[in-house]
């Protein structure tokens, strides 16, 4: 069974509750706390203002079937992830918040144990600049390159205005302003996807872990329990910050690596052989499968199979193809066998999630 939520806000669909409530691991009055209808799952989500412009989430909650939100996200925010158990346990996701309508997909008897932090004005513009300073060149350029065809700046712009240039971006798209791009906009945002999902992505390292443990673990009450997990996520921020130096430090290594991505993003449908692929960026399979996991956590076959079902989700999000086109268009010779790497990576299989796809634009 599937529930579709069409919400103004994301965290909509959840019912209100307090400091009380026995799965919490600590509390304070002053928390903004959340439940799971009764008959969608349980769990709670917790929500803690550390200051006007730090805001820290821990969520954690199972659901009973599908559901489905089309909703807008925060807005105006930059979401630090850490994802304790999910779809992707063991990372953590950095990336800005436009406020922008999507579907989210939640499937059934997944876990959701997550620790969160926004960070909101004024401290977004100079995180923004941060952020971008520790990007591999390659993905640097990327971003860049999206935000000069949203913002219809042309030319090569300096760090500190692309960083303004995301900042005001984000204003308007929260003022409802720029939510709907162009075809040519959101295809072209499209191809980057899975070079931007990879780019926020990262490894929570033992050190991470060990600040989390301590937010999760929080004995103090009030003022100083605010302060203490204040610092922590402060010096869980700048932990993240260092492991993307280190990435950007192994990826100014990898080249070829980058240039077989490449390969693969834009010959995903027949894509060339792992042999083939080695050979056309000079390196050879074993240093080619080692690169991708060390530069992307996946294997060359994982990081295609990636493109493939980004690329089908665009598809049955913007096209009106049938299911065995958009799998013929991607790469897939099986539909079968595109309906469940489809559902396995989304949560839903293809026609149900067109469905609710369709529904979204009407």
């Not at 509750?17 to 009764?38: E, G, K, M, N, W």
């Not at 925010?77 to 158990?85: A, C, Q, R, V």
């Not at 033992?206 to 009450?221: D, E, H, T």
Request: with cysteine.
């Amino acid at each position: 069974m599937t529930t579709r939520l069409q919400l103004k806000n994301w965290t909509d669909w959840l019912l209100p509750s307090d400091a009380d409530y026995t799965r919490l691991l600590h509390a304070d009055v002053s928390d903004h706390i959340q439940v799971c209808p009764p008959q969608l799952g349980h769990g709670y989500l917790q929500k803690i203002t550390l200051r006007d412009d730090l805001t820290l989430v821990i969520l954690d909650y199972t659901l009973h079937q599908n559901v489905v939100v089309d909703a807008a996200g925060e807005g105006e925010s930059l979401e630090l992830t850490f994802h304790l158990d999910s779809r992707t346990p063991g990372y953590s996701f950095f990336c800005p918040d436009f406020g922008l309508r999507d579907l989210a997909v939640m499937p059934t008897q997944q876990r959701f144990f997550k620790v969160e932090l926004f960070f909101k004005r004024p401290t977004l513009a100079p995180y923004y600049q941060t952020f971008l300073e520790r990007l591999p060149a390659q993905t640097y350029d990327t971003v860049e390159h999206i935000i000069q065809s949203l913002s219809r700046t042309p030319g090569r712009m300096a760090r500190t205005h692309v960083a303004e240039k995301l900042d005001h971006l984000q204003q308007a798209a929260t003022a409802n302003t720029v939510c709907r791009w162009s075809q040519s906009l959101t295809d072209m945002i499209g191809r980057e996807e899975i070079t931007l999902n990879h780019a926020v992505r990262s490894p929570v390292t033992p050190a991470m872990k060990s600040v989390i443990g301590r937010i999760l673990s929080c004995p103090y009450q009030g003022r100083t329990r605010r302060a203490y997990l204040e610092r922590q996520a402060l010096k869980l921020t700048a932990l993240r910050f260092d492991a993307m130096i280190a990435s950007r430090q192994l990826a100014a290594d990898r080249d070829c690596i980058y240039q077989a991505a490449a390969i693969l993003r834009q010959e995903f449908a027949q894509p060339p052989s792992i042999e083939k692929l080695a050979r056309q960026v000079s390196t050879n399979r074993f240093k080619l499968n080692q690169g991708f996991h060390e530069v992307y956590g996946t294997t060359p076959f994982g990081y295609l199979r990636d493109c493939r079902l980004l690329h089908a989700r665009r598809l049955l999000m913007t096209s009106g193809l049938s299911i065995s086109q958009v799998a013929t268009a991607v790469g897939y010779t099986c539909r079968s066998k595109f309906a469940t790497a489809f559902r396995q990576q989304m949560g839903l299989n293809p026609k149900a999630f067109q469905m609710q796809a369709w529904r979204l634009v009407s």
